[in-house]
């Protein structure tokens, strides 16, 4: 009799193809390598759904990432049940918060198992609101239909426990999505005589940005030759969004150079001489993990999820946060060094990365951890 070959069917979901094809898409590759049949879940973008198509299948399912709307949410919740109930998928990977709250309750539902990765708490969590103990509740409902739950940082995962929303024997932390080492790799520049300082982020307040450009007046007030640049999504749907009118006012100005948004952030980060995220709170960084992996040196918040990626004093500076004038200062220091200090900087961030926060880390984890779920349920 002929053997027949199963196969291991497993869904990557996420609310936007972009953040697929930017963020997942070596992991989903490796899996592949691994001969599990990967199929992308999130809205239909054009460009990058379009990529991630080229590549594996791809089902839309119409998230809205910043959207409150309960009707949305239940159209989002049928079309994944339909979804998993045809494809008959093995595991399901979540990331980001809609998916991780939806997607792990339908697939529950039909016997299915999965995992959630916290990606950062992101804006609901900074504030105390109504709305975050709505988001708790929610949290707590799935992730009790979660297989396993893989957190960015430990302080993330110590507030779930803390709060009871996860049970301390299904979860463990990961160095965040890691960073592409074999990609970002260091790589010398032309000296113009221009000191290049660069944000990596959405253009919403809670990265930062108002402090990046106080900062910005702070510096520039005192020296000719900073370079203030900021590359990152404006319109977001985010309630902190920063209108893209008075970002364009400050670029004409001046003040600061916005670069938009790019596929090619290694390109923007070759010519910088330092990176900046004064994040008010994070899950891992990957702009950061991104720089020290090119050995340039950093300046961040002294927050949850920046503090993790950094050696203050050794691969870049720690600066309070919300605080312009020490995120200021903390500029102005980097820019007063010897080349030869910020150089050692670099190249001990670079170590920082190979050994701690290797992509290779988080993917051999996923492919280990799922292995294990399947054959657990196939006992």
């Given at each position: 009799?002929?053997?027949v070959?199963?196969?291991?069917?497993?869904?990557?979901?996420?609310?936007?193809?972009?953040?697929g094809?930017?963020?997942?898409?070596?992991?989903?590759?490796?899996?592949?390598?691994?001969?599990?049949?990967?199929?992308?879940?999130?809205?239909?973008?054009?460009e990058?759904?379009?990529?991630?198509?080229?590549?594996?299948?791809?089902?839309?399912?119409?998230?809205?990432?910043?959207?409150?709307?309960?009707?949305?949410?239940?159209?989002?919740?049928?079309?994944?049940?339909?979804?998993?109930?045809?494809?008959?998928?093995?595991?399901?990977?979540?990331?980001?918060?809609?998916?991780?709250?939806?997607?792990?309750?339908?697939?529950?539902?039909?016997?299915?198992?999965?995992i959630?990765n916290?990606?950062g708490?992101g804006?609901v969590?900074?504030?105390?609101t109504?709305?975050?103990?709505?988001?708790?509740?929610?949290?707590?409902?799935?992730?009790?239909?979660?297989?396993?739950?893989?957190?960015q940082?430990?302080?993330?995962?110590?507030?779930?426990?803390?709060?009871?929303?996860?049970?301390?024997?299904?979860?463990?932390?990961?160095?965040?999505?890691?960073?592409?080492?074999?990609?970002f790799t260091?790589?010398?520049?032309?000296?113009?005589?221009?000191?290049?300082?660069?944000?990596?982020?959405r253009?919403?307040?809670?990265?930062g940005?108002?402090?990046?450009?106080?900062?910005?007046?702070?510096?520039?007030?005192?020296?000719?030759?900073?370079?203030?640049?900021?590359?990152?999504e404006?319109?977001?749907i985010?309630?902190?969004?920063?209108?893209?009118?008075r970002?364009?006012?400050?670029?004409?100005?001046?003040?600061?150079?916005?670069?938009?948004?790019?596929?090619?952030?290694?390109?923007?980060?070759?010519?910088?001489?330092?990176?900046?995220?004064?994040?008010?709170?994070?899950?891992?960084?990957?702009?950061?993990?991104?720089?020290?992996?090119?050995?340039?040196?950093?300046v961040?918040?002294?927050?949850?999820?920046?503090?993790?990626?950094i050696?203050?004093?050794?691969?870049?500076?720690?600066?309070?946060?919300?605080?312009?004038?020490?995120?200021a200062?903390?500029?102005?220091?980097?820019?007063?060094?010897?080349?030869?200090?910020?150089?050692?900087?670099?190249?001990?961030?670079?170590?920082?990365?190979?050994?701690?926060?290797?992509?290779?880390i988080?993917?051999?984890?996923?492919?280990?951890?799922?292995?294990?779920?399947?054959?657990?349920k196939?006992?």
């Open positions: 009799m002929e053997r070959s199963i196969v291991t069917k497993v869904a990557i979901v996420i609310n936007s193809a972009w953040q094809y930017n963020f997942r898409l070596n992991l989903a590759r490796k899996l592949k390598e691994n001969n599990y049949k990967v199929v992308f879940i999130a809205p239909e973008d054009g990058y759904s379009d990529k991630l198509k080229s590549e594996f299948e791809f089902i839309h399912v119409a998230f809205k990432a910043g959207g409150m709307n309960p009707i949305d949410d239940l159209k989002v919740c049928l079309s994944l049940y339909r979804a998993y109930k045809e494809n008959k998928f093995d595991i399901v990977l979540n990331f980001t918060i809609k998916p991780n709250i939806y997607s792990a309750m339908v697939a529950k539902l039909l016997h299915i198992d999965s959630n916290i990606t708490l804006t969590f900074i504030k105390e109504l709305i975050t103990s709505i988001v708790k509740l929610l949290y707590k409902m799935s992730l009790a239909c979660s297989t396993y739950v893989f957190f940082n430990p302080e993330d995962q110590n507030y779930f426990l803390s709060k009871r929303l996860v049970s301390i024997n299904k979860c463990s932390v990961i160095p965040g999505s890691g960073v592409d080492t074999n990609k260091p790589v010398d520049h032309d000296n113009d005589g221009i000191f290049r300082i660069l944000l990596v982020a253009v919403i307040q809670d990265k940005i108002f402090e990046y450009i106080d900062a910005a007046y702070i510096l520039k007030n005192k020296y000719s030759n900073i370079e203030f640049g900021l590359l990152g404006l319109d977001s985010n309630r902190t969004a920063i209108p893209k009118k970002i364009l006012k400050l670029h004409d100005d001046g003040v600061i150079n916005y670069l938009s948004k790019t596929d090619n952030v290694r390109e923007q980060l070759a010519n910088a001489d330092c990176v900046v995220l004064p994040s008010y709170r994070e899950g891992s960084p990957r702009s950061l993990m991104e720089a020290s992996s090119m050995a340039i040196p950093i961040t918040t002294n927050v949850v999820g920046c503090r993790q990626v050696d203050d004093n050794i691969t870049g500076f720690l600066c309070q946060v919300k605080d312009s004038f020490d995120l200062l903390k500029m102005e220091k980097m820019f007063n060094m010897p080349e030869s200090d910020r150089k050692k900087m670099g190249e001990l961030g670079r170590k920082k990365m190979l050994k701690e926060f290797n992509e290779s988080v993917i051999n984890k996923y492919i280990d951890t799922i292995k294990y779920i399947l054959a657990k196939s006992l």
